[in-house]
């Protein structure tokens, strides 16, 4: 399985793998304010990803992921306990999908 990143920031996995950013998917989100002045915050479409392909799986963020219905996609388990910020590069234990 290839993997390919669609995030701001490198993915490192535990087992030493590294994917640098090599686009950007995004959540198109949509703003209306209130009487009171607090925004509700809407999300549209998602932007900035290729075609599936057979084979591969592309690394998004986790707002994008739950958005998206496909099934192509995988993100960082950036909230696990293992998991590591450091600089501008993430490190985690292995990625989450979606249950369809």
Same mark, same amino acid.
């Given at each position: 399985? #290839? @993997?390919?990143? @669609?995030?701001?920031? !490198? ?7 590294? @994917? !640098?950013?090599? %686009? =950007?998917?995004?959540?198109?989100? =949509? @703003?209306?304010?209130?009487?009171? %002045?607090?925004?509700? #915050? ?7 990803? !290729?075609?599936?392909?057979? %084979? ?16 192509? =996609?995988? /993100?960082?388990?950036?909230?696990? !306990? ?11 234990? /292995? ?6």
């Amino acid at each position: 399985m #290839q @993997y390919i990143n @669609y995030t701001l920031t !490198p993915i490192r996995t535990l087992d030493g793998s590294e @994917y !640098p950013s090599q %686009g =950007l998917a995004a959540v198109e989100r =949509l @703003y209306t304010e209130t009487r009171s %002045g607090i925004l509700v #915050q809407r999300f549209g479409d998602v932007t900035g990803l !290729p075609e599936p392909t057979f %084979g591969v799986r592309l690394i998004v963020d986790e707002a994008v992921l739950t958005i998206s219905n496909r099934f192509d =996609l995988v /993100a960082p388990a950036i909230h696990h !306990p293992e998991a590591k910020i450091e600089s501008s590069v993430v490190t985690v234990p /292995a990625f989450i999908e979606k249950v369809h």
